[in-house]
Structures are given as C-alpha cells and as structure tokens.
C-alpha cells in the first residue's frame, strides 16, 4: 500500500520560511516524478515545484525564486522549502508521486500552510 506523509505545516509570518517534508513508502521511491501541489481556500490545486527521477526542476511562476524542491531518495523524502512567505501563500500543500508512463499518481493527505500575523 502505498502512503505519502507529508509534514513541516504550521503557522508563520509573512516574510518567514517553512520547511515541508514528504515521505513516500509502498513505492520504488527513485522511480517517481515527485511534485509538491497546493489548494488555496476556494481555488483549483496548483503545482508549485517538480522534480523528476532525473532531477529535472519545474516551477510554478508564482513560487519561483521563493521556494527550492529537493530529493533524498536514500530516505525516500521530497522537500520543499520556502522563503519570503506571503499571505496568499496559505493553503493545503500536498504531495505527489507520479509515473506517467505506467499511469501511477499517489496524494498525500496534504499538510496546511498559514501566512499571517
């Protein structure tokens, strides 16, 4: 069976920093394309950084220059950091796993983000 946790949400001020972790098992974790997504209240879920299993980087114009995705498939981790936070950027992150080609895609259950004072 195959589980995403996602953790490293809370509260922060605006203009603060915040680390997310995700932890895959039930998955050859190298395998997968790895991407943090996140639902602001109201809205679509959006991608906010990929990496592949190639380490090729992807991300979202709204978070680019604030926020760096990594990988440790030793601990079978993504990582998503974020810098310089801002209000709007309060939302549900969630975590995905994907392999396109054997049309595989697992969620986390999503870690909540709130910027504000």
């Known amino acids: 069976q195959v589980h995403l946790v996602e953790s490293g949400g809370g509260l922060v001020q605006p203009g603060g920093s915040l680390s997310l972790s995700c932890t895959a098992s039930?998955?050859?974790?190298?395998?997968?394309?790895m991407a943090w997504y996140r639902q602001r209240a109201g809205l679509q879920r959006e991608l906010v950084a990929g990496?592949?299993?190639?380490?090729?980087?992807n991300y979202a114009e709204s978070g680019r220059g604030r926020v760096t995705i990594s990988r440790d498939n030793a601990k079978n981790t993504v990582y998503l950091q974020m810098h310089s936070l801002e209000p709007e950027d309060t939302a549900v992150y969630y975590c995905?796993?994907?392999?396109?080609?054997?049309?595989?895609?697992?969620w986390g259950q999503g870690t909540q983000v709130t910027v504000s004072s």
């Open positions: 039930g998955i050859n974790f190298s395998m997968f394309d």
């Open positions: 990496i592949s299993r190639t380490n090729s980087l």
């Open positions: 995905n796993a994907k392999r396109v080609l054997w049309g595989q895609s697992h």
